[in-house]
């Protein structure tokens, strides 16, 4: 019953900026981490940005120092704010939480970098 609901994907132009948001809902009794993953078409599901329940994060290379991840645990959503975009970002950006027992996916959002 858990549902993961994805926001905020689109298309921007190259240097751009987008903010993903992804809000959980249904009976969850811990999430301990949260993140973002992405797959670009012909290429396998990569991730992106993680974020432990104490705060700890975690960035690709290739995104580090261009996205922030955060969570509002009050609300149970995670965000990813995307800055100084490139046409290589585009893909398909799913949301991922990790609770004591189970693993959940979003039904990802469709981000286009125009060169």
């Known amino acids: 019953q858990v549902q993961l609901v994805e926001s905020g994907g689109g298309l921007v132009q190259a240097g751009g900026s987008l903010r993903l948001s992804c809000a959980a809902s249904?009976?969850?009794?811990?999430?301990?981490?949260m993140g973002w993953y992405r797959q670009a078409p012909g290429k396998q599901r990569d991730m992106v940005a993680r974020?432990?329940?104490?705060?700890?994060?975690n960035y690709a290379d290739s995104v580090r120092g261009r996205f922030t991840i955060s969570r509002d645990n009050a609300k149970n959503t995670v965000y990813l704010q995307m800055n100084s975009l490139k046409p290589e970002d585009t893909a398909v950006y799913y949301c991922?939480?990790?609770?004591?027992?189970?693993?959940?996916w979003g039904q990802g959002t469709q981000v286009t970098v125009s060169s």
């Open positions: 991922n939480i990790l609770t004591g027992s189970n693993i959940y």
């Open positions: 249904g009976r969850i009794f811990s999430i301990n981490t």
């Open positions: 974020i432990t329940s104490g705060g700890i994060t």
